[in-house]
């Protein structure tokens, strides 16, 4: 079962990008593909997935508000 997919730009290459996510059985799929440079799919299973799940957090985490797109303004008082 196919849960969703993303498309970006890929921003080391410009590329366009796509993330794919699927269930198959006890697995989950993840698939990376570039336009023009081809395509990586690898299983996990839930132990694995929330590995992954952390350690995207923590990037998140250490790119700081820089670059997102948000706005931090202090809160008045």
Known sequence: MTIDSITFVDTSSGDDACVLVRVVGDSVGLALSLRTDGDIEVFM????????????????????????????RPTAE
């Open 45 to 72: 299973a839930a132990e694995e997935l929330d590995r992954v799940i952390g350690v995207l957090q923590q990037a998140r985490a250490a790119m700081g508000r820089e670059g997102s797109g948000i706005v931090t």
